[in-house]
Each structure stands twice: as C-alpha cells, then as structure tokens.
C-alpha cells in the first residue's frame, strides 16, 4: 500500500504561483510513477502532470506545459507541482496518484490516490 498527502494548496490572484506537495509513504517508490490530476466542480478529472521515479521525461498536459513543472525528492519520498502564471480555469481540486511502472496520462491506471488539495485562483 502507498499513502498519498497532499498539501500546499490555496487561494491565489491570477498570474501568481503556488507549489503543491504530495508526501507518499508504506512504500519505496524506486518502481513507481507518480502523477497529479485536478477536478473542477461540475468536471471530470484530468491529467496534469506525471514523472517516473526512477527517471525518464515528465508528462504535462497541453493546458500546463510552460507553466507547472513537476519534480520529485528522493530523499523525502515527496512529488511536488510547481504552479506558475495560474489562471482562474486552474481552479480545480488537485489530487495525487501513484502507479507501479511507469509513467502515463491514464487516470485509470494509477492505483494509489490522495485527498486533494483545493487551489483557487480569483481573476
């Protein structure tokens, strides 16, 4: 089992930056991918951002590229999203995942989620 926390999400005006943590334990993440996925109310949810643990090229959605970056510490077992630039449409609960193997944009295929953080970006 992997437990998945997230934290670090709030209220920000457009065009400013938040970082998101996700603290992963009950397991050594060497063999897993780690993702981050958001819903606004009334949506599905989508895609963000996925990184293997043991390397490889990050995945972002079209909607982020440029703008969030995700990134990982090994030492604390965390996965973070840097956010940047944020516009109102990036109002979401943001959730954290994690899958055995590799990286992919498929919610379907993590196993492992967290409770979500909610950002709010006013206009």
């Known amino acids: 089992q992997v437990q998945l926390v997230e934290s670090g999400g709030g209220l920000v005006q457009a065009g400013g930056s938040l970082r998101l943590s996700c603290a992963a334990s009950g397991r050594t993440l060497s063999s897993y991918a780690m993702g981050w996925f958001r819903q606004a109310p009334g949506k599905e949810r989508e895609f963000v951002a996925a990184i293997t643990w043991s390397g490889g090229l990050p995945y972002y959605a079209d909607s982020v590229k440029g703008r969030f970056t995700i990134s990982k510490d090994n030492a604390k077992n965390t996965v973070y999203l840097q956010m940047n630039s944020l516009k109102p449409e990036d109002t979401a609960v943001y959730f954290c995942?994690?899958?055995?193997?590799?990286?992919?944009?498929?919610?379907?295929?993590?196993?492992?989620w967290g409770q979500g953080t909610q950002v709010t970006v006013s206009s």
């Open positions: 995942a994690a899958r055995w193997d590799i990286a992919v944009t498929t919610i379907r295929s993590y196993n492992y």
